[in-house]
């Protein structure tokens, strides 16, 4: 995961930066260590802390990750031996500061290309002994660090709930015993699914950020992408694994282009496709069709045949939209979601019009009442149809429940183009 120059943002931004984007791998090497997850994720936060003390007068580290690993293990150490001083320490045989070896029960892999630490603490969170929705939780809570807030806007359920949710499984986890290691063969692929929907869930983070100053977040989609790679190399069998990653590498391939000089979004059909990044383009619409010909669709596979059909088009206006509303009507069916819904009103907008689009979208209005792409979609079909005054009150709940400039900007000038009477085609279109 690449990690920005010093000069190319003020030094305090720089650290937060580095520091969000080193906790996955810097919290799975101390998991690895200590085999506590509370005893990791609280040498981290220490090694955190006297970062932002040091690095601003001492310089930052040639090597920042390591520097929060080794400093990370020391503050854990000094911890387990005040707390705990009849516990036997780990041994450093289990251990290294650049993650250059590895355990020796990593070994006990068949062979696979499973040494990375982020992919194996994503496999030991997804433990069948929690529920599905825990594994996922925990490990978006642990593995990304996200916010509650953030993880519980994910699954469309209120903050609190999403807490319970986190503070149950890590109960679990401390009072079950459950072993932090590398799972044989047979137990990696019963915690496939969970492992898949993370990596899924890690990169819609880091492609439409829920909080912060960027909307974009490239590390976390890079992250995301080089674990769904990983898996590939793990399950080259599994359809919806390539799937997965032909999806992340599609979506990403626009990154260049949705975002404009001032950080405002572009709108899809508004991008210069000059500007996607061919190579993942070609590696992702490699990845497709043969997964399809397997004949076991799932939701990551037609997820990613919606993106291949979108950017296979050389302009927007040659969108095959009848696709798109079969494939998201196959989705829908496969994968009930009211997302799913909403995203293919969009393309009913453009097949049959913004008033069938909105008779689609209407019956979803409660139980998407704080997402943001629902009152955002809704305000522009309705500005489509002329009622302006009802765009004008979509629009602006949408504004409430933005959580970045870009899209607090784009709602501003869907706004702006209300008032000066301006009408607009477009529509944003949320990932399924």
Known sequence: MPIPEPRELPVAAWIATTLRDARPRAVAALLRYFRDLDTAEEAFQEASLRALQRWPVDGTPA???AWLVLVGRNAGLDDVRRR???????????????????????????????????LRLLFTCCHPA?????QIALALRVVAGLPVAEIARAFLV???AMEQRITRAKRRVATAGLPFEAPGAAERSVRLGAVAATVYLLFNEGYSATSGTEHVRVPLCEEAIRLARLLLQLFPEEPEIAG???LLLLQHARAAARLDAEGAVVLLEDQDRGRWNRALLDEGLALVEPALRRGRPGPYQLQAAIAATHVQARRAQ?????????????LEALQPSPVVTLNRAVAMSKLQGAEVALAMIEPLADRLAGHFHFHGVKGA?????????????????AMGLSRTA???????????????????????????
């Open 130 to 134: 929690l529920p599905a929705t825990q």
């Open 158 to 160: 209120s903050d609190s």
């Open 84 to 118: 705990r001083r009849d516990v036997p320490l780990p041994s450093d045989d289990f251990f290294s500061d650049r993650g250059e070896t590895q355990a020796a029960w990593a070994e006990q892999l068949d062979h696979a290309p499973y040494r990375d630490d982020v």
């Open 381 to 397: 079909l309705l500005m489509q149809l002329g009622r302006d005054t009802e765009a004008r009150a979509a629009f602006d709940a």
């Open 318 to 330: 040659d969108t095959d939209w009848a696709e798109i509303d079969r494939l998201y009507a196959v």
């Open 406 to 432: 870009a899209e607090a900007a784009h709602l501003r000038g869907q706004l702006d183009r209300l008032a000066q009477g301006v009408p607009r085609r477009g529509i944003a279109k949320p990932i399924a």
């Open 244 to 246: 997965l990653t032909a």
């Open 63 to 65: 090597e920042p990750l």
